[in-house]
């Protein structure tokens, strides 16, 4: 919808489309398309810069896995390299070999699942630093290391609690123990990841920095890297030589202890396909479940749990049209839901109109509550055919 400019407005969200929008009525080259996804980069430059300068004293990598959570490591990328990013973080081997044609070859990427045995000679060969996460993962590195006959730069991830990545207490102190274990190897980063971070009270957050220190004292020194997005809002005892953010570069809230200061990066608008009046009694979508107990107005709209909107976000969800709040009744479909309109006045939202499902003032954090999960999960799940506008929205 076109009726809030001070969100995204008309001249900027025309900024890589495929063709421009005039200001007024909709006439989106979009139309073919169920919903338009508006990625704005200005937003994520600003809350690149935000979390850089929390931890001013720290090297501020970007984390830009899965496709930059689904928004696009392509176009995504090289717009946080343009605000300052050097460092760059991605889950697989894969998706730093695609990154490495959008970042300057000036960038660091580093592989945090680092690679199996056959990835090892890929990984490498592009300059991809390997996260090493086991004693088998170093063994394999350690390998290759030797046949190149040079050192080979990696990180190395402690475990110090979460038991998901990286050595035990076990396992590292044989690796301090047996410096031939780690021959070839340059450890430029000895990272570990934190928990419970988005909750600043849980004991574990000062537990796990205060292992991250205590096991790399056991090692040579090397720069340190605890914080993820959460992290780096617990403060400066948490951000040691590099802070890894990524779900607050893409406008995720980092915890839930006061406003959100960063901005919203995604607006989501999808087209009302019809609109009809129902009386008292009558039935809406598969299962009949929700049923009129009066004289009602709805819309269905074009955007489904095929699109990334959870079935069961149904019932507790609701999408925007002009600040008014839409519920969604009965079930979501795969390619639609209907939506309540009886409180907007007659006429004004009308087949072919718009309506927001993500913006400024509801945002994924918003659509992840109400959908009982969280606004990491909301992004990553964004369908793929939406029409996809990036934008370059200055800071308001
Ligand atoms: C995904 C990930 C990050 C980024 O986490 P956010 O919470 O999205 O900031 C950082 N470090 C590791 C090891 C990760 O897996």
Same mark, same amino acid.
């Given at each position: 919808? %076109?009726? $809030?400019? *001070?969100?995204? =407005? ?36 600003? $809350?690149?810069?935000?979390? *850089? ?17 689904? %928004? ?5 990328? =090289? ?34 699942? /680092? ?33 190149? /006959? ?28 047996? =410096?031939?274990? %780690? ?37 040579? #020194? ?13 403060? #400066? ?13 893409? /406008? &995720?809230?980092?915890?839930?202890? /006061? ?38 107005? &709805? ?6 749990? *095929?699109?990334?909107? *959870? ?7 609701? &999408? ?13 479909? !795969?390619?639609?839901?209907? &939506?309540?309109?009886?409180? %907007? ?8 109109? !718009?309506?927001?499902?993500? $913006? ?37």
């Amino acid at each position: 919808m %076109l009726s $809030n400019p *001070a969100f995204f =407005p008309a001249g900027a969200a025309a900024q890589g489309a495929c063709g421009t929008q005039s200001s007024g009525q909709a006439t989106w080259p979009s139309s073919r398309a169920g919903a338009v996804l508006t990625i704005d980069l200005g937003a994520v430059a600003f $809350n690149y810069r935000h979390v *850089a300068h929390r931890a001013s004293r720290s090297i501020c990598a970007a984390v830009v896995k899965a496709d930059a959570y689904g %928004l696009g490591a392509a176009r995504v990328a =090289p717009a946080l390299e343009h605000a300052g990013a050097r460092q760059f973080f991605v889950a697989h081997v894969d998706e730093g070999l695609a990154l490495r044609q959008h970042v300057s070859a000036r960038c660091g990427v580093t592989v945090l699942h /680092g690679p199996r045995p056959d990835a090892v000679a890929d990984c490498l060969a592009h300059g991809l630093r390997p996260v090493l996460n086991s004693l088998e993962q170093i063994g394999w590195v350690r390998d290759a290391a030797r046949k190149r /006959g040079q050192a080979v730069d990696v990180a190395l991830q402690l475990d110090t609690g979460m038991s998901r990545f990286g050595l035990a207490e076990a396992e590292l102190r044989r690796v301090a123990g047996d =410096p031939a274990l %780690l021959e070839g190897l340059s450890v430029s980063l000895i990272m570990s990841h934190l928990a419970c971070a988005d909750n600043p009270a849980d004991p574990a957050n000062a537990m796990q920095a205060a292992r991250l220190r205590d096991y790399a004292a056991l090692l040579p #020194p090397a720069p340190l890297s605890l914080a993820a997005s959460s992290g780096v809002f617990l403060g #400066p005892d948490y951000h040691f030589d590099l802070v890894r953010p990524g779900a607050a570069l893409y /406008g &995720v809230a980092p915890n839930m202890t /006061g406003p959100n200061p960063l901005r919203q990066v995604v607006r989501l608008q999808a087209h009302v396909l019809q609109t009809r009046a129902l009386n008292k009694g009558d039935r809406v979508g598969y299962g009949l479940t929700w049923q009129a107990q009066g004289p009602c107005r &709805v819309a269905t709209i074009s955007v489904g749990y *095929a699109d990334g909107f *959870a079935r069961q976000g149904a019932g507790t969800g609701c &999408v925007w049209f002009r600040g008014v709040r839409l519920p969604i009744l009965g079930r979501i479909s !795969m390619d639609s839901m209907t &939506v309540d309109i009886s409180h %907007l006045p007659q006429g004004q939202l009308e087949a072919d109109g !718009m309506v927001d499902l993500l $913006n400024e003032t509801y945002g994924v954090d918003a659509v992840g509550a109400a959908e009982g999960t969280i606004g990491y999960e909301v992004l990553t799940s964004l369908g793929r055919r939406y029409h996809r506008i990036y934008a370059d929205n200055p800071a308001p």
